[in-house]
């Protein structure tokens, strides 16, 4: 594997977090029972930059729960959580991996955070804060997201909505282009050549995404998830900025042991 495809395969880990598509065969057994789900999922990638290809690459998928700790592919953390007779507070200490997309863009860093979350019968409201803990761009992000999931059959749908604040730090961090990256893109000859582009303000993104589990047998789970991101207006005046969106959407099989 050559380092670009590397860097490449990394990135589309940290972007994508399956965690409400593997979770939702969870359902029928109970959220709070241990298990261990292993599989790997095909995601494709488009990036908002000027004329950026559409990246689709094979990454592997891992969901552990044992008691408190969890294990979601890119995210690690401990969860505290008590069933109050249909709704369910929970607490997460996590750490993730974090990566920008766009063709010679890969970086990657690591986020410690703490999510503080509400399961009820009519979905599930979260919020949390998170900060880069690598020292590659120290800045924060306060994501909060509301999903439903919804089950027909062995069909479980989850839709959800999402409002991420970037502070300007980190949304330069993910969509601003630095001259070393635009020196990488000469050298290597790119088609395009973005330019110098630092994002000097903080982001406000809205995005919103449906996954979906089907439940092929007791163990085997197939899951799709599609979703988007309309960005900031501090980010798409950004001249290597050419869509106001981007988007993700992947297909895996897990197993569950």
């Known amino acids: 594997m050559s380092k670009a495809v590397f860097k490449s395969f990394l990135a589309a880990l940290a972007v994508f977090t399956p965690v409400s598509t593997i979770q939702a065969q969870e359902n029928d057994d109970g959220q709070n029972q241990n298990y261990i789900a292993v599989g790997a999922a095909v995601v494709s990638q488009h990036s908002p930059f000027n004329s950026a290809s559409e990246q689709t690459l094979p990454i592997p ?6 008691g408190a700790f969890y294990l979601e592919t890119t995210e690690a953390g401990i969860r505290l ?22 063709q010679d863009r890969q970086k990657l860093s690591a986020d410690a955070g703490a999510r503080i979350s509400l399961d009820t019968k ?29 089950q027909i059959g062995k069909f479980t749908f989850t839709p959800a909505v999402q409002a991420s604040w970037l502070d300007q730090k980190a ?3 993910m969509y601003g282009v630095t001259a070393a990256q635009r020196a990488r893109m000469i050298r290597k000859e790119r088609r395009v050549i973005l330019p110098v582009a630092p994002i000097t ?10 996954s979906m589990a089907v439940q092929l047998s007791e163990r085997l789970t197939l899951i799709a998830l599609v979703g988007g991101t309309y960005l900031d207006k501090s980010i798409h005046r950004s001249a290597a900025i050419e869509q106001k969106w981007e988007a993700q959407s992947a297909l895996g099989l897990t197993y569950r042991f």
């Not at 998928?61 to 044992?66: A, E, G, N, V």
């Not at 249909?86 to 750490?95: I, M, R, S, W, Y």
């Not at 979905?123 to 800045?139: N, Q, V, W």
């Not at 303000?201 to 449906?210: C, E, K, S, V, Y």
């Open 61 to 66: 998928l891992i969901s552990i729960k044992q």
């Open 81 to 102: 959580d008590k069933d109050l007779g249909g709704v369910t507070p929970a607490l997460d200490f996590f750490v993730a991996a974090r990566s920008p997309s766009g």
């Open 122 to 150: 009519l979905g599930k409201l979260s919020g949390e804060f998170r900060h880069d803990i690598t020292d590659k761009f120290k800045g924060s992000e306060i994501i909060a997201r509301y999903s439903v999931p919804i």
């Open 171 to 173: 949304a330069n961090y």
């Open 201 to 210: 303000d903080d982001a406000l993104n809205l995005g919103g995404d449906i």
